[in-house]
């Protein structure tokens, strides 16, 4: 483990329904990102948090809602996707002017 | 905001040959240059950073050079190994208080063969 961890690792879900992707960064860091990675496609920032506070919201649908509770941790919470949201999703910590830390992502498949 | 092109997108090189991954940057105010390596499955992680204060910097086999002039950032790898098999990520960030937010390139698939 890197100090990141994120869960579930795959997440298979409908357009209707909802769910959340869970970040947790052991390393003391104040910024977490949330990433998006598709095929052939540069890693996309979609939501940045520091001490808790957003900071960045890159013009990510409002079908994705971010929730930083404390620098520790970060969700991602999923409503009404599109097939096209199916990519793997990379939370990122990191300390100021730092290289990040990434999880091992989750796997997003919407059927 | 950032734009970051990076080039070749596809590279196959011998074992024991060098491989070179370029990218520029269009925000003149970036400052920090970090490589990430992919490989696949797994999470991309950090091989070398570079920040705008310096020209080059060297970690054994891996070597990252910037050009501030021309805004071109390069990755050298050389006497590669099959273990170098990976996608390869260069990111631009203009570093801010607290956090930097990292735009990435469109990746580089190294091959090396044996």
């Known amino acids: 483990e890197t100090g990141v961890t994120q869960t579930p690792r795959h997440l298979v879900m409908g357009m209707t329904n909802k769910k959340s992707l869970k970040c947790e960064q052991h390393l003391g860091h104040n910024a977490m990102y949330w990433y998006k990675q598709s095929a052939k496609k540069p890693l996309e920032l979609m939501f940045v948090?520091?001490?808790?506070?957003?900071?960045e919201n890159n013009s990510v649908p409002s079908r994705f809602s971010p929730e930083c509770p404390n620098s520790s941790h970060l969700f991602l919470h999923l409503h009404t996707l599109q097939p096209e949201d199916s990519a793997l999703y990379l939370c990122?910590?990191?300390?100021?002017?730092?290289?990040?830390?990434f999880g091992s992502g989750t796997r997003l498949t919407v059927v | 905001g950032e734009n970051v092109e990076q080039h070749p997108s596809t590279l196959s090189v011998q074992e024991g040959d060098s491989a070179v991954i370029k990218c520029t940057y269009s925000d003149s105010a970036s400052n920090y240059f970090p490589w990430y390596k992919q490989e696949l499955g797994k999470r991309p992680q950090l091989i070398i950073d570079i920040r705008s204060n310096v020209g080059e910097k060297k970690d054994q086999r891996i070597a990252v050079t910037l050009n501030k002039t021309a805004k071109h950032f390069s990755l050298h790898i050389t006497e590669t190994q099959p273990e170098d098999s990976a996608v390869y990520f260069c990111a631009a960030s203009g570093v801010q208080t607290g956090a930097n937010n990292l735009f990435f390139g469109t990746g580089t698939r190294l091959t090396v063969i044996p």
């Open positions: 948090y520091n001490f808790k506070e957003q900071t």
């Open positions: 990122a910590s990191s300390n100021s002017g730092g290289g990040y830390t």
